[in-house]
């Protein structure tokens, strides 16, 4: 059979050209294995490569970009070999992928091969831009003086450098000079020009649209943008007529709370510096957001506060990841400021502020506020959503276009979980603010008051799941009774906290000897457990002091119609309280490295460490110093159930996650579930404990997790540092520097 020259052939949806026949395009010599799913920091993007052929491979690999121009890289993969090569994309091209619908745009792979045979090979695939800076405020008021602020955020590894520009009401400005150490923030202020100045005053006090132009050199080219709306400024009152004095018996202006109607309750109750601090509540205040109903609430910031002159102090406490790090913050702050366009953040207490709203407006009802240092952000970008407890157990879909997909999810959540004090040994209701996006289009932006589990009740952490072979634990959760709350009960879920009853059973009492598997190590196998709690040899990253939350959350219609369903669980490696049900009050933690037991047989651990600051007595648990400060946490994060057949997907909730509809009401939240139905992925919501602490499940469930902003290290008293593999450590730096976290945290 005659074979046309530059004939094609597409086989399993590559394609060969340059004569081949079918017998020699069936064995290429170069295969393109996979492709990158998002371009690097630097703007290349990886494309792994596979020579079949005993000689080395060679050749060009180019990446077009439809309508743009396309880039090249050469290649050399040795005989037999694997070799990844990244490929340096145009500016023109970076361009095109980042303004793209979604953040994706679809990329064709070309890979001719010269040597040992010609061959060409193609694949596709949907590619994202992760840009390395981005506009995290704007300024909603025009200053007296003609000036707007704006914050940038450079979230790479290299400093970010280039030039702004603000345009207001259409009309363009000139340009700030911007550069950002890496990982940090700066601030900047635009001058509006007489053209601007002259589209501000036709406005006559009303918004414009404001937007910032990021034009960057380095790291990469690539323009970045944010968008707002300001306005002039308030006109100054009058010198001769000042405001009315505040009655100082009710500040509020007869509110029951006392609220001043700018500023929220969080905000007005929020964090005040101990001795141990170095910031000031004004420097804290400085983080504050604007929230959907235009109040001020405190929001995420750094532990550790960097100030104008270059110096710097700590806070004390931390909030988690940065939420600016996570691939939907901006999509996040999109549905938010649909309601109210000058939400700059994550506000932390607005279910609390709406709960006192919405319980005024039906005849009263509980109230719950919750302390500043107790929120904490999760975020987890492009995570495999699993079906079972291995890495190949993938979720698969098949998209609009017929071709079958991994379920991939990103997350970005705050959660409040103090460790500190008896609130939670009661309470059962906490603040939830839960963002999910996935690439099955699934996608959900709530906020609540979630329950885990009932009040006046807590569930000791030694009756909780196990991943392997404690059995005698493995039944109903132990319920201890506490008393104190008057909030609701809970739909389900459960908190589990350190009793004395575990810690005795586990940790003071602990079995003795040495771990059979290995009789050659030391005591208890305290290789990969740093508390030495006997008894943690087997299930190995478990001890008796662990806390998990698991919280339950449903969004149901008016009628009670499920809409979605979520579950995340929450964990603390070193929390600062215990419960001890011989008193019915709670303990420390800290003061165990001063009392006697098994634990104490450990020849390295915590125990020893706290205890040699002090040998006499113990040290204060609120000193920096102590271990435990609830900075060490993990997170448990399963699929989340899509079912929305309203028609709708704005909708308003009660702070409880009920009654929502399309239309709100006094006390509601405005929350985003995408129209659609997923359960056919999702069989269930609850996390699965099999193999957490095993190899072959290390990915699942959130354990490892893309994104976070704090390693997975110990710091011991001598600087030195221990790998973790399962709890991220917000109390150190990513050079394992101590933030100086301490409890209340």
Request: glycine share 10%; with cysteine.
């Amino acid at each position: 059979m005659a074979v046309v020259a530059a004939a094609a052939l597409a086989l399993g949806g590559l394609v060969f050209t340059d004569g081949a026949t079918p017998a020699a395009a069936a064995s290429p010599p170069v295969g393109i294995v996979s492709i990158a799913s998002s371009v690097d920091p630097v703007g290349r993007l990886g494309v792994k490569l596979n020579c079949s052929s005993k000689k080395t491979c060679s050749g060009t690999a180019t990446v077009r970009v439809s309508g743009v121009n396309s880039s090249k890289a050469r290649f050399s993969v040795g005989g037999r070999k694997a070799k990844i090569v990244r490929i340096a994309l145009s500016a023109k091209q970076l361009q095109s992928i980042h303004d793209a619908t979604g953040g994706r745009r679809s990329v064709e792979v070309r890979v001719q091969t010269k040597k040992p045979v010609k061959k060409t090979v193609r694949k596709s695939r949907s590619v994202r831009m992760i840009a390395p800076l981005r506009v995290t405020s704007l300024d909603t008021r025009v200053s007296s003086a003609g000036r707007v602020g704006f914050t940038v955020a450079c979230v790479e590894v290299r400093a970010c450098k280039g030039s702004a520009s603000l345009t207001l009401g259409g009309t363009a400005g000139g340009r700030v000079a911007v550069s950002v150490p890496a990982k940090k923030s700066r601030s900047y202020t635009a001058v509006l020009n007489a053209k601007q100045r002259a589209t501000l005053s036709a406005a006559a006090g009303g918004a414009l649209g404001a937007r910032v132009s990021v034009a960057l050199s380095a790291p990469i080219k690539l323009t970045v943008v944010g968008s707002g709306s300001v306005r002039s400024a308030p006109t100054p009152p009058d010198p001769v007529d000042p405001p009315d004095p505040i009655d100082p018996t009710d500040p509020g202006g007869g509110h029951e709370h006392g609220e001043d109607p700018v500023y929220s309750h969080a905000y007005q109750n929020s964090w005040r510096p101990s001795e141990y601090d170095t910031c000031t509540q004004e420097e804290h205040d400085g983080y504050a957001v604007t929230g959907p109903d235009g109040k001020l609430y405190p929001g995420w910031h750094p532990s550790v506060h960097e100030r104008a002159d270059g110096t710097t102090c700590t806070f004390g406490h931390e909030h988690g990841d940065d939420p600016r790090r996570s691939s939907i913050y901006t999509w996040v702050l999109q549905k938010l400021r649909e309601e109210n366009p000058e939400v700059d953040g994550i506000p932390f207490g607005y279910t609390s502020e709406r709960l006192m709203e919405y319980a005024e407006a039906n005849g009263g009802g509980v109230h719950r506020h919750e302390d500043d240092p107790g929120h904490k952000v999760v975020i987890s970008n492009n995570q495999a959503m699993l079906r079972g407890p291995y890495p190949a157990d993938q979720t698969s879909f098949v998209d609009e276009f017929g071709q079958s997909k991994n379920l991939r999810c990103d997350f970005l959540i705050k959660i409040h979980q103090g460790s500190h004090s008896p609130d939670a040994t009661r309470n059962n209701t906490h603040e939830l603010f839960y963002a999910m996006k996935c690439n099955d289009g699934s996608e959900l932006v709530t906020n609540k008051l979630t329950n885990f589990g009932d009040p006046n009740e807590l569930a000791t952490s030694c009756s909780r799941e196990f991943s392997n072979s404690l059995a005698a634990f493995s039944g109903a959760p132990l319920h201890l009774e506490t008393s104190g709350s008057d909030l609701p009960q809970g739909e389900g879920g459960e908190r589990h906290l350190p009793t004395t009853g575990c810690l005795a059973q586990h940790m003071f009492n602990g079995s003795v000897g040495v771990d059979s598997r290995y009789p050659d190590g030391p005591l208890f196998n305290d290789r990969n457990d740093f508390m030495a709690s006997p008894d943690s040899v087997d299930p190995g990253w478990w001890w008796a002091g662990y806390e998990q939350w698991q919280s339950f959350n449903t969004i149901r219609a008016v009628d009670g119609t499920l809409l979605a369903q979520y579950e995340p669980w929450f964990g603390i490696q070193n929390p600062s309280r215990y419960w001890d049900e011989t008193t019915g009050q709670i303990a420390y933690l800290n003061d165990l490295a001063w009392a006697d037991g098994n634990h104490q047989l450990i020849p390295s651990s915590i125990w020893k460490e706290q205890r040699s600051l002090s040998p006499a007595a113990p040290i204060d648990r609120k000193d920096p110093r102590a271990y435990f400060n609830g900075a060490q946490r993990d997170a448990w994060l399963a699929k989340a159930l899509v079912k929305n057949e309203s028609g709708h997907s704005t909708l308003y909730i009660d702070p409880w996650g009920r009654n929502a509809q399309a239309t709100p009401f006094t006390g509601a939240i405005r929350i985003h579930i995408s129209e659609r139905d997923n359960s056919a992925l999702v069989p269930t919501t609850r996390p699965v404990t099999a193999n957490r602490g095993g190899l072959a499940g290390y990915t699942r469930e959130g354990a490892e997790r893309s994104g976070p902003t704090a390693p997975r290290k110990i710091r011991h008293l001598d600087g030195s540092l221990t790998n973790n593999r399962f709890f991220f450590n917000y109390g150190i730096d990513a050079q394992g520097d101590d933030l100086g976290i301490h409890a209340p945290n």
